[in-house]
């Protein structure tokens, strides 16, 4: 089974790229998945009390990028070590 490696940027400015694997796995379905996670935090109790009030939790945006990040990785996306990003083949 080949890896795909997928560089992923989370939407959030200022977040690091996170390079993310999945066995066989295409880059369709990381985008698929992450787009289920996205919607899922954004209608978390977190994301609405941030949406009315910025100001109430400043550490939202990286609570959030924690968020979507821990759902792919219960969907079965993991990080791949930093000497293994490369080009899929």
């Not at 796995?25 to 009030?53: F, I």
Request: charged share 15%; net charge negative; with cysteine.
């Amino acid at each position: 089974m080949n890896h795909i490696l997928v560089v992923l940027a989370l939407l959030l400015s200022g977040c690091a790229e996170i390079v993310l694997e999945k066995s066989g796995a295409t880059p369709g379905e990381l985008d698929h998945a992450l787009y289920e996670c996205q919607v899922q935090e954004q209608q978390s109790a977190n994301a609405m009390n941030y949406a009315r009030d910025p100001m109430s939790n400043m550490a939202y945006p990286f609570m959030a990028r924690q968020a979507v990040l821990r759902c792919l990785k219960f969907k079965g996306w993991t990080e791949a070590s930093p000497g293994k990003a490369s080009t899929p083949p």
